[in-house]
């Protein structure tokens, strides 16, 4: 596997579900990100790991939950979604998260909640 | 602060002629920009990138940029469509706020390619 891999591609989850996204870098990279892309919107960042720690939590609902267990890891949990949070959550990774370097995007995860 | 406003929503193209989206960028220093590229159902894929070295910015697949100071401008450009081409097109600038660089992204264009 090369670059950013996300999984499931596609989930459909009712709103009591409790469900978790999965993305992995095979860059070396030190920084990992959460992005939310909803139709007619802008990307919006949801959360910023640098090796392990959370360093921004974009004002983001607690029914998502991040976990970044190492530097090539990174979970979303998801619990008690509503309608709205329907989305393609992107992943995304960076060689670190101070110097202007180039994000490297997985293919995402489409999300419908029913 | 910094912004980017992509001037076009959609942009249509017959194959073969030049294809140009337009991005204007707000900035309050020297800004590193970049054009991502996304395909149905895929995600971002980086085209091409500028942080203060040369103003023409060569990318994959025949793309290319220039940034403009003068004119707060970072258009992308390419000679001739293809039909893979069609795409949405993101002018995206840094920012750093809140110890770290985050990617500021524009509102999209959607770029249609007919035969």
């Known amino acids: 596997e090369t670059g950013v891999t996300q999984t499931p591609r596609h989930l459909v989850m009712g709103m009591t579900n409790k469900k978790s996204l999965k993305c992995e870098q095979h860059?070396?990279?030190?920084?990992m990100y959460w992005y939310k892309q909803s139709a007619k919107k802008p990307l919006e960042l949801m959360f910023v790991?640098?090796?392990?720690?959370?360093?921004e939590n974009n004002s983001v609902p607690s029914r998502f939950s991040p976990e970044c267990p190492n530097s090539s890891h990174l979970f979303l949990h998801l619990h008690t979604l509503q309608p709205e949070d329907s989305a393609l959550y992107l992943c995304a990774s960076s060689q670190d998260r101070t110097t202007v370097y180039e994000q490297y995007f997985g293919p995402g995860t489409r999300l419908t909640v029913t | 602060a910094q912004s980017v406003t992509q001037l076009d929503s959609h942009v249509s193209v017959s194959e073969g002629t030049p294809v140009l989206l337009r991005c204007n960028y707000s900035s309050s220093y020297s800004p590193s920009l970049f054009w991502y590229v996304q395909h149905p159902n895929k995600g971002l894929q980086l085209l091409l990138k500028?942080?203060?070295?040369?103003?023409l910015v060569k990318g994959i697949n025949g793309f290319e940029a220039e940034f403009k100071k003068s004119e707060t401008s970072f258009h992308l450009t390419k000679p001739s469509a293809h039909m893979s081409d069609a795409a949405e097109y993101f002018c995206v600038v840094t920012a750093f706020s809140g110890g770290y660089n985050k990617l500021i992204f524009g509102a999209g264009t959607r770029l249609a390619v007919h035969p």
């Open positions: 860059l070396g990279h030190n920084a």
């Open positions: 500028y942080t203060s070295a040369a103003t």
């Open positions: 790991y640098s090796l392990e720690e959370r360093v």
